[in-house]
């Protein structure tokens, strides 16, 4: 997730720019840049510190001319090539004079590339975004004004895209269109902007506009005019922004919990971006071991802690399932000290939101040390798990500011259950038909989610009956498992209150003992082949007086004879089901938490990132 601005008919624009670029850093970066455009100038300046970039930038920005009213600005986390200044946005095309900023993934980047090479192009990065700047200069030289260029540049690509274009010889203009990332417009009397979200001009704009999906703005000092992809014209719709600057950063949410649980459709959205092959090939561009290998893997051990953990445990059934390995899934700080056995063609995956968890980092470094070959399932780029591990798959949530983990969790099954159906396709476990079938199913999750999102009150409801409640058990069978360990540790670590996950056979191995009227019992009961089995456990805990809180399907007829209560979902696949069943438990954890006045983004005890043992 990359962080854009612009700015047209400004008196202070480089000010401007670095101000929004450091009010966008909270989304994490690794790389910045500006364009400063005015006409026949073109003024670039692009640095690679990490998170210490924009400051670089400021000091290198030192040096700048003056006398420029207009720039773009771009905060970078590397997708698509290394995290370094030649791969930095702005891009520039042949001439120099056009200056493109872009945030999202151009998935036909690959196929467009080799024929702007072949028609001449010479690139200077190995980013996706370049195409984009090579391709408004060809509509250009074909007489068309920078509006027009781009419309006609953007029928040609697939993928997400929130991009914005200067070109020196129409000056004062910024021409951008939005395709699934994220862009704000904002005016003032004189000046026009744009950007990521409102907090990178919130104390400069008066007023906000939303440019929806396949919308394309102009924006020049007097204001802006939008168009659709067809040409057509559109009215942006107007936001009522009455935000301080850190309600802005959290998108008008009262915390980054509630804003990153909203974020959950984006994230399974953005990790799946660019995975496929038109000839229906899984590929992950940051995978650095070769099918060759991939194919020989005899066993797989996944390696994590907390909700990764959780994730890894889902996986599990995944890679099971659909390409017949099997799978062994360990805490990391378990995994080190148990002397574990590495063979021949064990491949160790190591799951951790961070990339930074010490447990998980010192448990693949003893896997490499014992020859196993690593992949890391990291959400930060460059992260210390991604630098040292063979191969890496990147999940694409975006930063994660809260200390709970929600939408980097299910990005994470969904980068997971994707290289299981890539695993499945290279040892020819299923048919090209099934994979398919599975991708697609995939891709609608996103949606899934979202619909449960919008039952957001229900849920909130639910809260408060079961409001001075202490004890909570919450059980699932199969991948209804995981779901359940880790609504539990959502609870837990958000309202402080006693919360079990247990596998729903278990209970009369002994936790039926603790149920008792009082006790709720959260069951997920989502999964058609498990239905009947935890029917009957609902049965056991109600005849002993427990609140029974039920996850069901839409279409489910048979749970409301058994539950006090039911968050209801869409039905899918049942190996998808994690994605969309987790959201009623931390939507649940998250109410629970706010009625108790806990701080939801800084739970006691705990920090975002454990990088002691
Ligand atoms: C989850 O809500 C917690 N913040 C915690 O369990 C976390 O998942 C764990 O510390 C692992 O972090 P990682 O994914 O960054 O490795």
């Given at each position: 997730m990359c962080g854009i601005i612009g700015v047209v008919g400004s008196s202070d624009t480089l000010a401007t720019l670095l101000e929004g670029l450091t009010r966008l850093e909270y989304r994490g970066y690794d790389s910045a840049g500006i364009a400063l455009v005015r006409p026949g100038q073109t003024w670039r300046a692009r640095t690679a510190e990490g998170t210490e970039s924009v400051a670089a930038l400021r000091r290198v920005c030192e040096d700048a001319p003056s006398g420029f009213s207009s720039g773009i600005g771009h905060t970078r986390w590397a997708t698509?090539?290394?995290?370094e200044a030649v791969n930095a946005h702005p891009h520039l095309d042949c001439s120099g004079n056009i200056a493109i900023i872009h945030n999202g993934i151009i998935e036909n980047h690959r196929e467009l590339h080799e024929a702007l090479v072949a028609r001449g192009h010479l690139f200077t990065s190995v980013t996706d975004s370049e195409v984009l700047a090579h391709l408004i200069e060809e509509a250009r030289a074909r007489g068309l004004e920078l509006m027009e260029a781009m419309r006609q540049s953007l029928l040609t690509v697939r993928g997400a895209f929130a991009v914005a274009v200067m070109d020196a010889t129409e000056p004062d203009v910024i021409v951008a269109a939005r395709r699934i990332s994220p862009l704000v417009v904002g005016t003032a009397p004189g000046v026009t902007y744009l950007a990521s979200d409102v907090p990178a001009i919130l104390d400069r704009a008066t007023a906000f506009y939303a440019v929806n999906d396949d919308e394309i703005v102009r924006l020049g000092p007097e204001g802006f005019r939008a168009i659709d992809l067809e040409g057509g014209p559109v009215r942006l719709h107007q936001l009522s922004i009455d935000w301080d600057l850190e309600t802005a950063e959290k998108g008008g949410h009262d915390d980054f919990m509630s804003k990153e649980i909203s974020e959950q459709p984006h994230a399974i959205r953005a990790t799946l971006l660019?995975?496929?092959?038109?000839?229906g090939t899984i590929t992950f561009d940051?995978?650095?071991?070769?099918d060759e290998e991939l194919r020989e893997v005899k066993r797989v051990v996944l390696v994590a802690a907390g909700t990764s953990h959780h994730a890894a445990l889902v996986a599990k059934y995944a890679i099971e399932r659909w390409a017949r390995i099997s799978v062994e899934v360990d805490i990391s700080s378990e995994y080190r000290y148990r002397d574990p056995i590495v063979e021949i063609g064990t491949l160790v995956i190591g799951v951790s939101q961070s990339g930074e968890t010490i447990d998980t980092i010192q448990a693949t470094r003893e896997a490499q040390r014992r020859g196993a070959r690593v992949v890391a399932v990291s959400n930060i780029v460059d992260s210390s798990l991604a630098r040292e591990a063979d191969a890496v798959i990147y999940t694409r949530a975006g930063i994660e500011v809260s200390v709970a983990s929600t939408k980097a969790f299910v990005a994470q099954v969904a980068a997971l259950e994707l290289l299981a159906l890539r695993l499945a396709q290279l040892r020819g476990t299923m048919s090209p038909t099934d994979v398919d079938a599975l991708f697609l199913g995939l891709n609608a999750v996103s949606a899934q989610v979202a619909t449960t999102l919008e039952r957001r009150a229900s849920i909130e409801l639910i809260a408060k009956e079961l409001m001075g409640s202490h004890d909570f058990f919450f059980l699932g069978r199969h991948v209804g498992f995981p779901t359940a360990l880790e609504g539990a540790l959502k609870l837990k670590e958000l309202t402080y209150m006693h919360a079990e996950g247990y596998p729903?056979?278990?209970?009369?191995?002994?936790?039926?003992?603790?149920?008792?009227?009082?006790v709720v019992v959260v069951a997920v009961a989502t999964h058609q082949l498990m239905h009947e089995k935890i029917l009957s456990n609902l049965a056991e805990v109600k005849a002993r007086g427990a609140s029974v809180v039920v996850v069901a399907t839409d279409d489910d007829e048979t749970i409301d004879a058994v539950a006090d209560f039911v968050m209801r979902v869409p039905a899918t696949e049942p190996l998808f089901t994690p994605m969309v069943d987790i959201v009623p438990l931390q939507l649940f954890a998250y109410a629970m938490a706010r009625q108790l006045g806990r701080n939801v983004d800084r739970p006691r005890n705990l920090a975002k990132t454990v990088t002691v043992e």
């Open positions: 698509h090539g290394a995290p660019d995975r496929r092959r038109r000839d940051e995978m650095r071991i070769d729903g056979g278990e209970l009369k191995h002994g936790p039926l003992a603790l149920i008792e009227p009082g």
